[in-house]
């Protein structure tokens, strides 16, 4: 017994070494193929004790052929060799599981940091490739800045080579310019003081003729005066029944409270033209109306002032002994409405002057019809010895002629002497054409 008990121990003894020894192998190799060499590991050692048993075994039972029961302790110490065996397989399997998953995690870890180095580098790539294409994208920005710069320079270089090609030019031609204008206004100058002499020739000319005609004028009144005289010696034993010099009373009282209502309204018209001259800025011509109506105001303050007497005045009683036609008909007055029809000519010629030479001065179209005086036409009017209409006509007949000369400063119709403007005596006797009888 004592010998079979060393046996056993002896076996358990070696397997254990024998484990010892092959635990590092073990570790190594894979958790099936360690589980196949466990079950390869206990066939090969349950054969070997079934075909080798124990030599000290086999000589108790030759000894003891009679006792053939196992020993108990025997199987009990066999169980708790593979019990042991079988814990150290589970210990051993449990440590290389272990290893094993320490190395996998160390090979995850290496991955890992192997990926995120991957990652950092390729970032830092990616950083760097941005950092790259920022600068070149720096540089590109520069060069682009710089041609802008060279463009710019150069545009404004040959802006203000233009500028200054342009500036010559202009005082290029503006001294071509002045030299033209101090060539005109040499020859305008020149051409002026011609027509001055000419106009000097002219005016001494039509002074001369005027003077003349004023010397055959004056002998004509003298000669008109006389025959006057010694007509109204012999009208004064025929004057006017008193009947006829009533009928004239009559008529001229008619006129004259008809001039006095269309004067009152004449005040509107006056107001409306001064603003239309103020809208057109026409200066001269505003004055020369101020002026006219001025002087118009003051001949009717003065006729009002006036004591009138229609019994005292010659002409109401003086018969006709002048006749002129109009418009293809014949009419005969006497000589205070004669006088009147004259006087209603040069009137119109000096306001046709003065109001010509405002439109003149104010660069204003040549328009006599246009013009206040010319359509007011009783300039020097009282209402008496003719009648409106009569004096209106034959005053536009010298306005129209005198607004001619004093727009064009030609003088055809008349003459300026010593600040009068005169209309000549053949325009007049043309205008007019009174013819005395009786």
Not at 75 to 80: L, P, Y
Not at 211 to 232: F, L
């Amino acid at each position: 017994m004592k010998t079979l008990r060393k046996n056993v121990l002896a076996q358990v003894i070696g397997v254990g070494l024998a484990i010892g020894l092959a635990t590092p192998a073990i570790a190594r190799e894979t958790p099936q193929q360690q589980s196949g060499d466990a079950r390869h590991d206990q066939g090969h050692d349950n054969k070997a004790k079934s075909q080798h048993p124990a030599p000290q075994a086999s000589k108790p039972a030759t000894q003891h052929n009679g006792d053939s029961r196992p020993d108990p302790r025997v199987d009990q110490a066999r169980q708790q060799a593979a019990q042991a065996q079988a814990r150290q397989r589970m210990q051993d399997q449990q440590r290389a599981q272990q290893q094993q998953r320490a190395e996998q995690q160390r090979q995850q870890a290496q991955r890992q940091s192997r990926e995120q180095e991957a990652r950092q580098q390729q970032l830092a790539a990616q950083r760097q490739a941005q950092q790259d294409q920022a600068q070149r994208k720096q540089q590109q920005s520069r060069e682009q800045e710089a041609r802008r710069q060279q463009q710019l320079a150069a545009q404004r270089q040959a802006q203000q080579d233009q500028a200054q090609r342009k500036q010559q030019q202009s005082r290029e031609l503006e001294a071509h310019r002045q030299q033209q204008l101090a060539a005109q206004r040499n020859a305008q100058e020149q051409a002026e003081r011609k027509q001055a002499q000419h106009r000097s020739v002219m005016e001494q000319q039509q002074q001369a003729a005027v003077r003349a005609a004023d010397a055959r004028r004056e002998a004509e009144n003298a000669q008109r005066r006389a025959r006057e005289q010694v007509q109204d010696r012999q009208r004064a034993q025929a004057r006017l029944s008193e009947a006829q010099r009533q009928q004239r009373i009559a008529e001229q009282r008619a006129r004259s409270a008809e001039y006095r209502r269309y004067v009152e309204a004449r005040q509107a018209a006056e107001r409306q033209r001064i603003r239309d001259l103020e809208q057109q800025r026409r200066m001269q011509q505003y004055r020369y109306q101020q002026w006219y109506w001025e002087r118009q105001r003051e001949q009717q303050a003065q006729w009002a002032a006036r004591n009138y007497n229609y019994y005292n005045d010659p002409f109401y009683y003086t018969p006709a002994s002048y006749r002129y036609e109009r418009d293809g008909r014949s009419y005969q007055v006497n000589r205070y409405a004669a006088d009147l029809l004259q006087q209603a000519v040069r009137y119109g010629y000096q306001e046709g002057v003065r109001a010509g030479r405002a439109d003149r001065l104010d660069n204003w179209r040549g328009d006599y019809r246009g013009n206040y005086a010319y359509q007011d036409a009783n300039y020097g009017y009282n209402g008496y010895y003719v009648s409106r209409d009569d004096y209106n006509y034959y005053f536009r007949q010298g306005f129209r002629r005198g607004y001619d000369d004093g727009f064009g400063r030609d003088y055809r119709y008349g003459s300026y002497n010593d600040g009068n403007y005169n209309i000549l005596a053949s325009v007049l006797s043309m205008i007019l054409n009174l013819q005395p009888f009786g």
